[in-house]
């Protein structure tokens, strides 16, 4: 091997990073792109906390788990989404409607909603998902944020998927 040749390990690892990226630019992923969330406004909500039986129920509806692999695709776009404070056991939560503006089928969509509070603190991060959405449909979504509805002043929201 010369002096100044790159070596067999490097040769594979470049190779398979850049057939990656290319694959991925056919899927419509855009590598390294991060999610470009938008601004949502709580408003004056008054509204109690839950219940500890609402709590309860609330818990096994939310959802904090984020899914790996999903990344901002061009295809899929927020409407709609606006803070509403549900009666019973949903209590806050943000809602709206997702549309596939593409002709392609979307194995899965991911909203993500991240709530702050009155400093600007981020509290948490919830989200809906869906699976294959078809092209030119559209979803709607809800969000079931667990804190209280006075100790929330702003969020922000984003949807990501995944191609089919």
């Known amino acids: 091997m010369a002096p100044n040749s790159p070596s067999r390990r490097t040769v594979l690892t ?9 694959l991925a630019g056919c899927n419509g992923i855009d590598i390294g792109d991060e999610p470009d969330y ?12 839950r219940t500890a039986e ?17 990344t901002p695709l061009e295809g ?4 709609d989404h ?6 019973g ?8 409607t997702v549309e596939n503006i593409g002709n392609d089928r979307i194995e899965l969509v991911e909203v993500r909603v991240r709530v702050y509070d009155e400093n600007g603190t981020q509290i948490d991060r919830y ?5 294959d959405l078809s092209g030119g449909s559209e979803w709607e ?9 006075a100790d929330i002043a702003d969020y922000d929201i984003v949807v990501l998927g995944t191609p089919a």
Do not use: N, R, W
């Open 14 to 22: 470049v190779g398979g990073t850049v057939t990656a990226a290319i």
């Open 38 to 49: 938008e601004a949502g406004d709580v408003g004056d909500i008054d509204g109690e906390e």
């Open 54 to 70: 609402e709590m309860i129920a609330a818990e096994s509806v939310a959802k904090q788990e984020i899914t790996e692999g999903v």
């Open 76 to 79: 899929i776009t927020i409407v």
């Open 82 to 87: 606006e803070f509403v404070l549900e009666d």
């Open 89 to 96: 056991y949903l209590g806050s939560t943000v809602q709206g």
């Open 127 to 131: 989200l809906d998902t869906t699976g």
């Open 141 to 149: 979504f809800q969000v079931v944020i667990l804190e209280p509805p």
